[in-house]
C-alpha cells in the first residue's frame, strides 16, 4: 500500500474541496481501514532515523508539538515540497541565506 500521494486520499480531498464532505468521509474511511489492514503487523514509519518513538506517531507528534522546534522527520518532506514551490516566487535565492545545522548534510 503506498501512504504518500496515495490516490484514494487525493480523491478524498478533492471532494472535500468541492464541499461534498460526505464523499470525502467516505474515501478517507476506506484508506483508513486498508491502512489498519495493511500495516496490523508492519513498519509504516518513513524515518531512517532510529528512533525510540520510531512507529508510534501519536507519542512523536506529541513530543515534537510540546517542544515546537521542529517537526519530525517523516513530514519534513512535505512540508519541504511546499516550501520549495513558494522559494519559486524569489528563483529560490532564500538557498543562499539558510545555514543548516552541523548534523544536516548537503549533497
Known amino acids: 500500500m503506498k501512504i504518500e500521494g496515495n490516490q484514494k486520499e487525493i480523491d478524498a480531498m478533492t471532494e472535500f474541496h468541492k464541499g461534498n464532505r460526505t464523499e470525502g468521509l467516505k474515501l478517507q474511511e476506506e484508506f483508513a481501514a ?10 509504516h514509519c518513513p524515518c531512517r532515523k532510529a528512533c525510540r518513538y520510531h512507529g508510534n506517531c501519536k507519542e512523536c507528534v506529541a513530543i ?21 514551490l513558494l522559494s519559486e516566487l524569489t528563483e529560490h535565492t532564500i538557498a543562499n541565506e539558510i545555514e543548516p545545522p552541523k548534523e544536516i548534510m548537503r549533497k
Open 34 to 43: 486498508e491502512f489498519r489492514k495493511e500495516y496490523e503487523n508492519k513498519d
Open 64 to 84: 515534537h508539538r510540546a517542544h515546537q522546534e521542529h517537526v519530525p522527520n517523516c513530514m519534513r518532506p512535505i512540508i519541504n515540497k511546499k516550501i520549495k
